[in-house]
């Protein structure tokens, strides 16, 4: 409330007069918060079907004279800069004088932007030639436009007691004054918007964009895409003042509390008490491994961070065949020690069960730590990046030898088996003389964990690259910036797993409620659509369609009573490009293969589908039958019962009670926007409360702003050994390895 004095007489400036205070200060009877004591005000409330000019402000006319009473200094500086900004000139705080003892403002002096001291640049001219980048300066005018407040002791008000209106220069015209300095001030509705808008992967840019259209146009706005940026730096620099390390642990052991104990988290430090690894494991990451942990994509080529930690989600896939999340890690260096301690760690949080398969990129020392740590693990090598190198270290051979590049990806990739690969191999060491090949002889001694023909043996949920864990990484870029620190890339894992979380429950109910097509009507086939998921079944498809086009015969003489041997080729192409597959069915129902689609995948081969349809079989045998692609394949473990953490409640977090009440008005607004006369009703009722609520709660909200809030407001933190952050990278160093 802003008074204004004029001799003795006393004169309040508010909506309605039935809303003002007698001269003593002492409130109206009308208290009461419902609807029908305060029905007055609502039936006063001028319809019409004409918009009005709703502005929420009694002062947008009021010009500054002396003898204006203000509570604070905050509403001094607020009312003089919206003066200002629709004058036409930026005012910036000239000196305060303060209380000797309680160092307390007790004045202050605002003038014009232009009215400072006269500066001369003492730079020569060929300094500034020199110079790559130069900031523009203001041209002082020695302006006499003031105003001075001082602090009244006996009614604690602040007081206007002088006034100056005159300027010496021209005004900003209104079409400009979005780009003064001053007057770009940006409020907490919408520091918290734009805060909500980055955590959502929306950049800076696209923010304004989205504030324009909001507000009917970027003019409206009243800040730049400059003062965005500006605003979620100084909210990582809130973070990172009060210690980005200890921000991220509070933060777990938020999570931890809010999930029951069952949230999972463990640290490294390094002898100066620096974060030097950390892994993290939500409870739902924990169950989705009981469920799906038999292969694991383990990639740490990711980097983009403040301290350029290389980055490792522990991905894995679901029976959807979706990208899931088995935990995260971030490690300070990639030595061998670090990734022992990551793996060591992983293990505790997931009952020390270890994956059969487990694949990385081709890094020595992750390899000897998974030698270590993971003895029974299958490990094999992302046969994409291995394939990454071949243009590099055999770019000669391909120049020189057009056919080679043919021969050796029929070699690497199509070869059915051991003994073929290296029957293929010694024939192109021989006809390119590689005996002397130092690449190749060292890829070839590490044959049996990257060439196809070795790790189909073992199951890998049909999976030959780290492509889930990069796919992740590229989830991230959405969220991630080289600015980014702990605690943010600690949100953004929990935002991944919400992703991840609702994917699946889309594709169950898709699954579940919605009927396949079929493309034959085969029982076999109607068969898999009852017991597959829905992309599980769509791969068994294209086998199914593939194996029309394969015939089957009986091989005679090596057949009797303990097996039959058949030979399945395909019988659409030219004789020369025939591959038979020997398929070899046992009496117990067992069917071996050199294609080994089975024990790679978990799903059967067009050869079986073949021998299945000649049988006329009208089901899928089930020990060729995997649970974790079926319907029910999320229920090894059984259901998880988690419930959503909640960041901050209602009583505790201005941020929690923010966010619901927008949700509240959502619906609000929607009904109130389909005629004039309900926008005009409840745009009157909004600035009618708005004054209520700020008259009778005035201190709530002195001093508190939005974006001022952390996850951990007014919580009893535990109590942590103070520790450091990690140590940063420059600007110029982040990167991102591939």
Known sequence: MIMLIKGKKKVIFVDDEDDCHDNSGKKDDNTSFGRSERKNDYDNVDVGEKIHDFTFSNMNDVVPCSGMLFDNLDEVERFYRDYGRRVGFEVIIRNTHRHSRSNEACSRMYICRLGGRVCSSSANVDEELNLKRTRDTIDRTKCKARISVVHRVKTDKWEITTVELEHNHPMVTPDKVQFMQRSRNIGPVARSLIETLNKSGIGPSKVLKVMGEALGGLENVGFTNQDIRNVLRNIRRQVFDGGDAMSGLALLEELKGNNFGKFFYRFDM???????????????????????????????TYRTNRYCM????????????????????????????????????????????????IITD???????????????????????????????????????????????????????????????WDDL???????????????????????????????????TTTGRSESMNSFFDQYVQPSTGLKEFIENSQKALEYQYLHEV????????????????????AHASQIYTKEMFRRFQIEFVKSASY??????????????????????????????????????????????????????????????????????????????????????????????????????????????LCKSFQGLSASASCSVPRFNYVMGMIEKETNYVNEYFPEEMRNKNVNDLSYHENVDDPVFEPFFDPPMVPAMNHCRDG
């Not at 030698?371 to 071949?390: E, M, V």
């Not at 000669?396 to 021969?407: A, D, G, R």
């Not at 898709?510 to 079929?518: E, F, G, P, S, V």
């Open 429 to 463: 060491v021989e006809k390119y003389h590689l005996i002397t090949h130092d690449w190749l002889n060292d890829m070839y001694n590490i044959r049996e964990i990257w060439i196809r023909a070795y790790t189909k043996e073992s199951f890998a949920a049909g999976m």
């Open 506 to 525: 889309e594709a169950d109910y898709n699954t579940q409620y919605k009927k396949r097509r079929l493309i034959l009507n085969s029982p076999l086939e």
């Open 310 to 357: 290389p980055f490792i989600p522990i991905t894995g896939v679901n029976h959807h065949y979706q990208n899931i999340l088995f935990g995260f890690a971030l490690i300070r260096d990639e030595k061998e020690t670090s990734y022992e301690w990551v793996l060591k760690t992983w293990l505790e949080a997931v009952d020390n069960k270890p994956p059969i398969t």
């Open 551 to 660: 015939v089957m015969k009986k091989i005679p003489h090596v057949s009797n009573y303990l097996w039959k041997v058949y030979l399945v080729e395909k019988f659409t192409v030219p004789e020369h490009c025939i591959r038979r597959v020997c398929l070899t069915v046992s009496g117990d129902g067992t069917y071996r293969r050199e294609c080994k689609k089975y024990e790679h995948s978990g799903m059967i081969c067009k050869h079986i589908i073949c021998y299945l349809t000649k049988k006329q079989a009208t089901k899928i045998p089930s020990n060729y039958i995997t649970l974790r692609w079926t319907m029910n394949g999320n229920e090894v473990a059984g259901p998880l019962l988690y419930t959503p953490p909640v960041i901050g409640d209602l009583v505790k977090s201005q941020e929690a009670r923010y966010n619901a």
């Open 362 to 424: 081709q890094d020595i020392a992750l390899g000897n730590a998974i030698a270590k740590i993971l003895p029974t693990t299958k490990h094999t090598y992302c046969s994409w990046h291995i394939g990454q190198k071949f243009t590099e270290k055999l770019s000669s051979l391909y120049t020189h030898y057009p056919e080679f590049k043919t021969e050796f990806n029929a070699c690497v990739y199509k070869s059915l088996s051991p003994e073929e690969f290296q029957e293929r």
């Open 270 to 300: 390094d002898g100066e008490n620096r974060v030097k690894a950390l892994v993290w494991v939500d409870p739902r990451s924990a169950n989705a491994y009981k469920n799906f942990g038999d292969v694991v994509t383990f990639d740490s």
